[in-house]
C-alpha cells in the first residue's frame, strides 16, 4: 500500500535545529512533486515549502519567515524528502505534514498524498 511517513519531529529549544524526513513506501513507479505544511493550534494548515522532481524549491511567504531558515531537500533514489529546519523560533511550533504526488505501480496517472503528520514543539 502507497503511503508517507513522517519522522524526526520533537522537542526543541528556540534557536535549535530540527531535520525531518519523509519517506514513500509501497508500490511506488514514480515520486512528482513532494512538499511540507504545517498546522498549528487554532490556525488553518499552511504550505512551508515544495520541491519538484527535478529539485526545483520553492518556500511559501505565508510561512513565518521560513525561507532563510528552512531548506527542503530530497534524496530521490530513498523516495524520501527532508526538511532541514534551523533558528527554530516559538511560533514555528505545528504539527507537520509531508505532501507527495505518486503514481504507485501499475497506475496510469499520479495522486495525492499526505502523511500522518509529526509533532514540533519549539519552547524555553
Known amino acids: 500500500q502507497v503511503q508517507l511517513v513522517e519522522s524526526g519531529g520533537g522537542l526543541v529549544q528556540p534557536g535549535g535545529s530540527l531535520r525531518l524526513s519523509c519517506a514513500a513506501s509501497g508500490k511506488i513507479f514514480r515520486i512528482g512533486a513532494m512538499g511540507w505544511h504545517r498546522q498549528g493550534s487554532g490556525k488553518q494548515r499552511e504550505l512551508v515549502a515544495t520541491i519538484t522532481s527535478s529539485g526545483s524549491t520553492n518556500y511559501a511567504d505565508s510561512a513565518d519567515s521560513v525561507k532563510g531558515r528552512f531548506t527542503i531537500s530530497r534524496d530521490n533514489a530513498k523516495n524520501t524528502v527532508y526538511l532541514q529546519m534551523n533558528s527554530l523560533k516559538p511560533e514555528d511550533t505545528a504539527v507537520y505534514y509531508c505532501?507527495?504526488?505518486?503514481?504507485?505501480?501499475?497506475?496510469?496517472?499520479?495522486?495525492?498524498?499526505w502523511g500522518q503528520g509529526t509533532q514540533v514543539t519549539v519552547s524555553s
Open positions: 505532501n507527495a504526488d505518486l503514481r504507485a505501480s501499475g497506475s496510469y496517472d499520479y495522486h495525492n498524498y
